[in-house]
DNA sequence: TTGACACATAAGCGATTGCTTATATAAAGT
DNA sequence: ACTTTATATAAGCAATCGCTTATGTGTCAA
């Protein structure tokens, strides 16, 4: 049962699952790269198969997790398919790093580096 | 750097081995709240358990992926581990999706909402 | 030293991922 | 009507994920 997190506000649940699909949909860098194609324009999927050395069916795949997170949009044209990149929907995931801004734009970061116990797990 | 070009130097598939940790890290909807509730401040393990409704030792996995990307940084201090965030690793996100903002800070999203056929992968 | 805490790691398990090959569907070309 | 092209879907499989319980390891307290 996957989660074991709390089900408690109906349309919270909606828009936040909305959101794990698209933090997940991104999280695989083949995804991230067809993404990164579509920001330069619209694609078939041939198109989308050729810079990649996977199957086709294996960037359909891709294509069917980008497409029910909302990221692209398909159009039918003869017998290709054409993608085009939704990315207003990455916003959500922009919203989250921005809360992270500060750490890389104050100058703080010369705080780090010091105490980098990292144990461990630095080997593995 | 982590542009999509070719498989070729070594150098490029260590950072785009981090970026790939990294983006895994978050996609975790756990690994985000314990990066969220680390903005606030520094935190224990206990900590980290308690707003959660998963094991301690689901925690101490999570803060590991963590770690191994190089998302937070443990400070031993008594018995405890005190985990600090580094924020400054998300910039590999941020700079992804940066790269998208003209979808949400331009005016073009009118041009959305026409020709909306997602076909057959909407029920699924 | 013994025990209680704070935490990490190990082992095991079902669910999910990302790929493959095989097959279905639909449009175009002949 | 056949064939080719473009794409999706299905089925199967090894690898990984996220969780659990069980057990280790280090620290403080008595």
């Given amino acids: 049962m996957t989660r074991a ?3 408690r506000t109906p349309l919270g649940d909606v828009s936040r699952e909305h959101a794990r699909r698209i933090f997940l949909a991104v999280s695989d860098p083949t995804r991230r790269g067809i993404l990164d194609l579509l920001l330069v324009s619209e694609s078939s999927v041939s198109d989308l198969v050729r ?7 294996a960037i359909s795949q891709h294509l069917r ?3 029910q997170a909302g990221l ?22 922009y919203d989250w790093v921005a809360h992270y801004e500060r750490f890389w734009t104050e100058k703080l970061q010369a705080l780090g580096a ?11």
């Fill in 5 to 7: 997190g709390s089900t």
């Fill in 51 to 57: 810079p990649f050395r996977i199957s086709q069916p």
């Fill in 65 to 67: 997790i980008l497409r």
């Fill in 72 to 93: 692209v949009r398909v159009r039918r044209q003869g017998r290709e398919r054409r993608y085009r990149l939704r990315g207003e929907q990455l916003r959500a995931v």
């Fill in 114 to 124: 010091y105490l980098d116990e990292d144990v461990a797990g630095a080997a593995e």
